[in-house]
């Protein structure tokens, strides 16, 4: 927030728990997947097809709810759509790219 010169206020403060869910809930589509591919497909494989697709259009879609808050007057609102949007944006890198890394590395291998 500070590298954007976004102020906290209880509208940002409301954007916490939401993008804690978010960042959440892609993790768990990916880890879950992982555990039951795992053996048969590596992770590169499904993070490129299916989980990875999943996860890019689940994440499209916050960004667009959220993102459009960005544009409202009430400078709250506004600013709550871009934490949101940024946000929204930082966990899809994230579980796109540190996640499957953290997998392919601390993953266990089946015997």
Wanted: proline content about 2%; glycine content about 10%; hydrophobic content about 50%.
């Amino acid at each position: 927030m500070g590298a954007f010169g976004i102020h906290f206020n209880l509208a940002n403060f409301f954007g916490i728990p939401i993008l804690i869910g978010v960042g959440i809930d892609n993790a768990v589509q990916i880890v879950h997947r992982y555990i039951n591919e795992r053996g048969k497909q590596s992770v590169s494989f499904f993070m490129t097809r299916s989980t990875g697709i999943a996860v890019l259009l689940t994440s499209l879609t916050t960004l667009a709810s959220f993102g459009t808050l960005a544009f409202a007057r009430h400078k709250g609102i506004a600013s709550l759509g871009l934490i949101m949007s940024i946000g929204t944006i930082t966990c899809f890198i994230t579980s796109m790219i540190i996640l499957p890394c953290m997998l392919k590395v601390f993953g266990t291998k089946e015997a």
